[in-house]
């Protein structure tokens, strides 16, 4: 049976739109449903160990879906490729930030760096280091190296955690210091109170608290993993992506294979968008998705009214007019094809506001 996001990706331009803005509306509403809020501020209770995650803008790699967490614990930090580096400017604020004020509140920080890759099919890995395992995974330990240079090496502050995730089973494989890794389709039909013991063996260095809050992750994952198991999946090898998305405040987006997302964090936004509009282009040609248009999405998250709105606002407008320009500077003849949307997100509601 075809997955909802094989269904969208033939149906004309103005449906895949307004499919995929009602899909963000439902989004904010579940989000701030009742059931919902309250289970957030009870995990929040239960484990206050600040977690963020940095990933790939692959819409498989669904972290709370995948460990059955609520949705607004987990902080995405997502990119082309989950290609970071900690030295761009705004990418290194906007961390610090994060992790200050989990500090400030009495409470260390969790830094997933994730990698992602096909046991089944090499060419189903990440498209951002060419489908190269190792090259993802050197990577993803760069990034934990100058976590340590940032926020110490001791790590008890922020922990630098290097995560893998095989997409085609969603399960974790977590990278211990020393070289051993624990990987959650090793535990199927094993008991999961044994995971506790495991995760103090192989992360000996790990702060009790954070190994406290990271096991109902692997938990949760192992719980995920082994529903699947046995169970015949849509593994979405052809990439047929029809929206590019600059900015944050995407996480309504994990449809797989439909959303090129580039972060504004690196210091070059031009290289990043001329590459998504090189493989939009490639999909049409191919015939991958219709060529009668492609989703350009801008999107700036923001707390508060008054000023904060205004700054997201003009944010969004710069890095819509920003592609708009690279686009029909590198591909005009696709430009001509654009439907450009830009909007801010109420982050405390996840509400994605039109301004155009």
């Given at each position: 049976?075809?997955?909802?996001?094989?269904?969208?990706?033939?149906?004309?331009?103005?449906?895949?739109?307004?499919?995929?803005l009602?899909?963000?509306?439902?989004?904010?509403?579940?989000?701030?449903?009742?059931?919902?809020?309250?289970?957030?501020?009870?995990?929040?209770a239960?484990?206050?160990?600040?977690?963020?995650?940095?990933?790939?803008?692959?819409?498989?790699?669904?972290?709370?879906?995948?460990?059955?967490?609520?949705?607004?614990?987990?902080?995405?930090?997502?990119?082309?490729?989950?290609?970071?580096?900690?030295?761009?400017?705004?990418?290194?604020?906007?961390?610090?930030?994060?992790?200050?004020?989990?500090?400030?509140?009495?409470?260390?920080?969790?830094?997933?760096?994730?990698?992602?890759?096909?046991?089944?099919?090499?060419?189903?890995?990440c498209?951002?280091?060419?489908?190269?395992?190792?090259?993802?995974?050197?990577?993803?330990?760069?990034?934990?190296?100058?976590?340590?240079?940032?926020?110490?090496?001791?790590?008890?502050?922020?922990?630098?955690?290097?995560?893998?995730?095989?997409?085609?089973?969603?399960?974790?494989?977590?990278?211990?210091?020393?070289?051993?890794?624990?990987?959650?389709?090793?535990?199927?039909?094993?008991?999961?109170?044994?995971?506790?013991?495991?995760?103090?063996?192989?992360?000996?260095?790990?702060?009790?608290?954070?190994?406290?809050?990271?096991?109902?992750?692997?938990?949760?994952?192992?719980?995920?993993?082994?529903?699947?198991?046995?169970?015949?999946?849509?593994l979405?090898?052809?990439?047929?992506?029809?929206?590019?998305?600059?900015?944050?405040?995407?996480?309504?987006?994990?449809?797989?294979?439909?959303?090129?997302?580039?972060?504004?964090?690196?210091?070059d936004?031009?290289e990043?968008?001329?590459?998504?509009?090189?493989?939009?282009?490639?999909?049409?040609?191919?015939?991958?998705?219709?060529?009668?248009?492609?989703?350009?999405?801008?999107?700036?998250?923001?707390?508060?009214?008054?000023?904060?709105?205004?700054?997201?606002?003009?944010?969004?407008r710069?890095?819509?007019?920003?592609?708009?320009?690279v686009?029909?500077?590198?591909?005009p003849?696709?430009?001509?094809?654009?439907?450009?949307?830009?909007?801010?997100?109420?982050?405390?509601?996840?509400?994605?506001?039109?301004?155009?």
């Open positions: 049976m075809p997955s909802p996001a094989q269904l969208l990706h033939d149906q004309p331009i103005a449906q895949r739109i307004d499919a995929l009602s899909l963000s509306k439902q989004h904010a509403e579940h989000f701030c449903s009742p059931g919902a809020w309250l289970a957030r501020q009870r995990y929040m239960q484990h206050p160990t600040s977690i963020v995650v940095m990933k790939c803008m692959d819409g498989r790699i669904h972290i709370p879906h995948a460990t059955r967490t609520p949705l607004g614990i987990i902080t995405p930090f997502r990119n082309l490729g989950g290609i970071f580096d900690l030295g761009w400017p705004y990418l290194g604020e906007l961390l610090t930030d994060a992790v200050i004020d989990a500090a400030k509140s009495g409470h260390a920080t969790l830094m997933l760096i994730t990698y992602h890759f096909s046991s089944g099919h090499q060419a189903r890995g498209a951002g280091f060419d489908c190269d395992t190792e090259a993802a995974k050197a990577h993803a330990y760069a990034i934990a190296k100058q976590a340590g240079q940032l926020f110490g090496s001791d790590h008890q502050q922020v922990y630098p955690l290097v995560c893998g995730f095989e997409t085609d089973s969603d399960a974790l494989i977590i990278h211990g210091p020393q070289g051993d890794v624990l990987d959650i389709r090793d535990w199927l039909g094993r008991c999961e109170e044994a995971l506790d013991a495991r995760l103090a063996s192989l992360c000996p260095d790990m702060p009790k608290e954070i190994q406290k809050d990271l096991l109902p992750l692997l938990e949760g994952n192992l719980a995920h993993v082994s529903a699947l198991h046995g169970v015949k999946r849509e979405d090898i052809e990439h047929r992506e029809w929206v590019i998305c600059i900015g944050r405040g995407f996480d309504f987006l994990h449809l797989p294979n439909t959303a090129l997302i580039i972060g504004p964090y690196g210091p936004l031009a990043p968008i001329g590459t998504a509009a090189a493989i939009i282009d490639a999909n049409m040609q191919a015939g991958r998705i219709p060529d009668d248009g492609f989703m350009l999405l801008a999107s700036t998250p923001y707390q508060h009214s008054g000023v904060d709105r205004a700054r997201a606002e003009l944010k969004s710069f890095l819509s007019d920003f592609a708009e320009h686009i029909q500077r590198e591909h003849s696709l430009a001509k094809k654009m439907r450009r949307h830009t909007a801010v997100v109420h982050w405390p509601t996840r509400r994605l506001d039109s301004l155009d």
